[in-house]
């Protein structure tokens, strides 16, 4: 993730060159739309993260066109989001996407189902609050390909994670929401509802 804000910075140099723009951006919107099909379709976790990474870094190209602070502050958003993803992933160690119901920790399920319904875009979570942001700045801008890009990203974004809630949910989450992890596992899932669920909100007061 860190990789991407040094690439994503170096985009606005090749707009001195309206083909490499067009290029670019155009292989951003590709990447946003190709990103969730091959995420569903993914068997494995590690796939479907590095496709999910896909789908962001388009996300990231097309919101430097309108302005590097946006993608820096969408890129630390990101970040801090895929910390607790991966973590919580690796803790279970999780494998394949099917075993996810299994596998997942549950005293981590309450975590995961927060950055899941943050990544699908629901309100008032993290993701969706940053994507409204760029939606505001497309429609001022007057950038309807970026429009529908976002929109249609979004939308193929929530039936995918809505598929992988439907799996982490197959087994245990009534008994997910009693504390049974050590000290420092319960402040991490806490941490985690309390970032995608209230950042959001804050994130938009802020901006």
Same mark, same amino acid.
């Given at each position: 993730a860190g990789q991407k804000v040094f690439v994503v910075a170096c985009v606005p140099m090749f707009s001195d060159v309206p083909a490499c723009a067009y290029i670019f951006y155009g292989m951003a919107i590709g990447s946003m739309l190709y990103g969730p099909?091959?995420?569903?379709? +993914?068997? =494995?976790?590690? @796939? !479907? /993260?590095?496709?999910s990474s896909v789908n962001h870094t388009g996300f990231l190209v097309?919101? @430097?066109g309108f302005g590097l602070h946006l993608v820096y502050l969408y890129s630390f958003i990101y970040c801090v989001s895929m910390f607790f993803l991966t973590f919580i992933l690796w803790s279970g160690n999780c494998k394949l996407m099917k075993d996810l119901g299994s596998e997942l920790p549950l005293y981590y399920k309450t975590g995961f189902l927060s950055i899941a319904l943050s990544f699908s875009g629901f309100p008032p979570f993290l993701d969706f609050? =940053?994507? !409204?942001?760029?939606?505001?700045?497309?429609?001022?801008?007057?950038? @309807?390909? +970026?429009? !529908?890009?976002? /929109?249609?990203?979004s939308l193929m974004n929530l039936i995918v994670w809505i598929w992988v809630t439907s799996l982490a949910a197959s087994s245990g989450m009534r008994e997910a929401f009693t504390p049974s992890g050590s000290l420092g596992q319960n402040v991490l899932n806490i941490s985690c509802v309390i970032w995608n669920l209230f950042m959001g909100m804050g994130f938009s007061m802020l901006y």
């Open positions: 099909v091959a995420m569903f379709n +993914a068997i =494995t976790v590690k @796939s !479907f /993260l590095a496709y097309v919101s @430097s609050c =940053t994507k !409204f942001v760029v939606i505001q700045v497309a429609m001022e801008a007057r950038a @309807s390909i +970026a429009i !529908f890009a976002v /929109l249609a990203s």
